[in-house]
């Protein structure tokens, strides 16, 4: 691996050396702040729910395309600024904690709104929905980075499949199950009750902020001077001009964040073109929860054997699938329509798997210290295309047609599924230099 600019390179730690305080309290802890998050997540989905909601109270295809947007300006773009000041704070758990209770906040703000309007519409109320959609991103950007880090800290690298696996799983059931039992209703066609949505979300992300406190974390003590933003983002730079193996990868991301900013249009497209109802959305966002669990096992086993980069690979592959089945789906007879678009959401499950596979990678090759720019800069990378291209999207889908965006989004995406094979596996490489090195001093 070509050098990154820090000190002698350092591989991820093993069982022995990370933190060990309370290590089966954390586990049991982050699985249930994990399912919280999860739970809290089915009522919002951005590439069911929200959309959809969007589209009810006077969206268009450039606002639907302002979604994806909007949520990677705030994963990206926050987390690069904020890296080195999280990379100094002695416990990563009150981040977590603080994050995660804004990000409930905001979505009971929206609820509060929906039950003063009382059933109107103004026309300041998708602007508006998208500002708070906005500043809810921002703290998912601290959330998603602290939470990663947290990982880095208290699992060790061999249990870090286990952990999604398992959390997935159980998330899964419980997404499901009120999907089934609370969305059904919430849902109705001339019934949609959206308040409901928004509290229950807001409820479950001030539970997961409750969990994060009780987690187990000896205080990190750093000497270091917290950097400018100048100073961050030049860091950012020199990463992907230095690390050759990270520039590849943030390669790679790109390509996968393309597919993001197709989400908000599979349901436009189905509802649009096969003439499905609000009361359709529940079924998609049990599939594609569904998904998530289902596609945590295999990848996370293969994770954990194998190595994250087959991982990606395979995750890559799939993805491609999700365009190309949507609009097969359109011209099936109707009857098996819905059962279509099931499979298409069951695929898009995948999309949060790949994207903890790909953090778990990057926490590999990276030292501890230098894990925070990896993170932010490798989610700045994928989130770069859809800042860029999620409005022209959703602009293009009503001008030119869906067919046309799907094609050329998994044309790309399946660029980048090639460039997985000039990766290079950090199991075997940093085994490498661990032969090399006894060897050097005469162990072997």
Not at 47 to 57: G, H, K, T
Not at 110 to 129: C, E, M, V, Y
Not at 186 to 214: E, H, I, K, P, R
Not at 437 to 442: A, F, L, V
């Amino acid at each position: 691996m070509e050098a990154t600019g820090s000190p002698a390179h350092k591989t991820e730690p093993t069982t022995d050396e990370v933190q060990q305080t309370g290590t089966r309290h954390n586990f049991i802890v982050l699985i249930l702040y994990n399912v919280a998050i999860r739970t809290g997540w089915i009522f919002k989905t951005e590439s069911v729910v929200l959309p959809a909601i969007l589209d009810a109270i006077g969206g268009g295809g450039w606002l639907r395309g302002c979604l994806p947007m909007l949520s990677k300006l705030g994963q990206s773009v926050t987390p690069v600024l904020a890296s080195d000041r999280l990379r100094r704070a002695s416990r990563q758990k009150f981040v977590v904690a603080t994050s995660s209770g804004l990000m409930g906040l905001f979505f009971m703000s929206l609820a509060a709104t929906w039950i003063w309007l009382n059933g109107q519409t103004p026309k300041w109320l998708p602007l508006f929905f998208l500002l708070v959609y906005g500043l809810f991103w921002i703290c998912v950007g601290l959330h998603n980075l602290s939470v990663s880090l947290l990982h880095g800290k208290l699992v060790a690298v061999q249990s870090r499949g286990r952990l999604m696996l398992v959390a997935m799983i159980l998330g899964a059931a419980t997404s499901v199950a009120c999907a089934w039992f609370l969305m059904r209703p919430w849902l109705a066609d001339g019934n949609t009750q959206f308040t409901w949505l928004f509290a229950s979300t807001g409820t479950a992300f001030l539970l997961a902020g409750v969990l994060g406190l009780m987690l187990k974390e000896d205080r990190d003590h750093s000497t270091s001077n917290v950097r400018s933003t100048r100073q961050t983002i030049a860091s950012a730079f020199n990463l992907v001009r230095t690390d050759g193996n990270f520039r590849l990868l943030a390669l790679i991301a790109a390509s996968f964040g393309m597919s993001n900013t197709l989400f908000p249009h599979y349901q436009a497209y189905a509802r649009q073109y096969m003439e499905f109802g609000m009361e359709a959305l529940v079924p998609w966002v049990i599939a594609q929860n569904i998904g998530t669990a289902v596609f945590g096992i295999p990848v996370g086993i293969i994770a954990d054997r194998f190595g994250n980069r087959l991982a990606i690979r395979w995750a890559m592959l799939l993805l491609c699938l999700t365009p190309i089945l949507t609009m097969i789906t359109n011209f099936i007879p109707a009857d098996y329509q819905q059962v279509g678009c099931c499979v298409v959401f069951f695929l898009l499950g995948l999309t949060p798997v790949t994207m903890r596979i790909f953090s778990n990678y990057t926490l590999e090759i990276a030292q501890r210290a230098r894990q925070p720019i990896y993170l932010s800069t490798l989610g700045f990378c994928m989130a770069l295309p859809v800042i860029l291209m999620s409005t022209a999207v959703g602009a293009l889908v009503d001008l030119i047609s869906f067919e046309s965006m799907f094609i050329m989004v998994v044309s790309i995406v399946f660029v980048g599924w090639t460039l997985t094979f000039k990766l290079q596996e950090p199991r075997i490489h940093n085994l490498q230099h661990q032969i090399a090195n006894r060897q050097t001093i005469g162990l072997e």
